[in-house]
């Protein structure tokens, strides 16, 4: 493990990720700019054609185990006997040795806020029934040193700009670190690397740089993850699913700031906050504008 507690962490220099593009700015000067690659990737779960996404497609194998995980179609202790990945022809196939046939399950779709790219497939309730969240504790010194470590990780963000992020944490240590063009896709990557990694969720915490959305509550919670913290803001779906799955949901979490709407009891308030640094505009995001 590397001295910054990091798995998995961006790496922008990854010449697959960016590409260089001119164009021309304010003044109608000639620029050069970096800006982010998406690909589409198509996963199958055995012989069955499941979805095809659009992503940076640095960890295809993570997304499909992930994304599965998160639709229910694979479950947490189902034996998988292979991810193949074909990147000629952007497939990922994962094979499990349970037999499986979601046909009728693909059917029944609902369109979720998810950069208008998520799906999340039958009952969206199914995840929190009879669901019991770890109890667990936010200690709101882990919450700004943590805040602070994610801002000032090297990213594709600060490179190219146009990506969401998700981190999955212990106390103040960011341990992965997942980009994508849909954060819905940044989830189901830590998803799938707790999966194939037996990664326990009873004391992590779950970071987005996106919205608290019902999708991101349901897939925080199907995750078994008892925290999720965000530096944008709520809906209002997204407070009513967490407060029924007792989900201590936090946002609006820059600088000194945050809101929490949802497990409150599970903060514990032990930072001085005259101790505690504003976001510098070099970190800020464009979420960062609300509120001010």
């Known amino acids: 493990m590397p001295k910054d507690n990091y798995l998995v962490r961006p790496d922008p220099s990854d010449p697959r990720l960016t590409e260089r593009v001119e164009g021309i700015d304010q003044t109608g000067g000639r620029i050069e700019t970096r800006v982010t690659v998406e690909r589409a990737l198509t996963i199958f779960l055995n012989a069955q054609e499941i979805v095809t996404a659009m992503t940076i497609n640095d960890y295809p194998e993570y997304l499909a185990l992930g994304y599965l995980l998160n639709q229910h179609m694979l479950l947490p202790d189902d034996v998988v006997t292979g991810v193949d990945y074909d990147e000629e022809l952007a497939v990922v196939v994962v094979r499990t040795r349970r037999k499986t046939d979601y046909e009728k399950k693909l059917k029944k779709k609902v369109q979720t806020s998810g950069c208008a790219q998520g799906t999340a497939f039958g009952d969206l309730m199914e995840a929190l029934e009879n669901v019991t969240l770890p109890q667990a504790e936010l200690r709101t010194s882990w919450l700004y040193a943590l805040t602070h470590a994610i801002n000032t990780t090297p990213s594709l963000y600060l490179e190219a700009g146009a990506i969401h992020g998700c981190v999955l944490a212990r106390e103040d240590k960011p341990l992965i670190y997942m980009e994508d063009v849909g954060?819905?896709?940044?989830?189901?990557?830590?998803?799938?690397?707790?999966?194939?990694?037996?990664?326990?969720?009873?004391?992590?915490?779950?970071?987005?740089?996106?919205?608290?959305?019902?999708?991101?509550?349901?897939?925080?919670?199907?995750?078994?993850?008892p925290i999720l913290v965000s530096r944008s803001g709520f809906t209002a779906w997204g407070v009513e699913l967490a407060r029924k799955a007792n989900l201590t949901l936090v946002g609006r979490a820059r600088g000194k700031r945050f809101v929490a709407l949802a497990g409150e009891d599970r903060i514990v308030f032990d930072q001085d906050l005259s101790f505690?640094?504003?976001?510098?505009?070099?970190?800020?995001?464009?979420?960062a504008v609300h509120d001010e």
């Open 183 to 225: 954060r819905h896709n940044a989830v189901d990557k830590i998803a799938g690397f707790m999966f194939k990694h037996r990664v326990g969720a009873h004391d992590k915490i779950f970071y987005t740089t996106g919205r608290l959305t019902s999708e991101m509550v349901i897939k925080t919670v199907r995750m078994g993850i």
């Open 276 to 287: 505690v640094e504003e976001e510098s505009s070099k970190h800020r995001r464009k979420a």
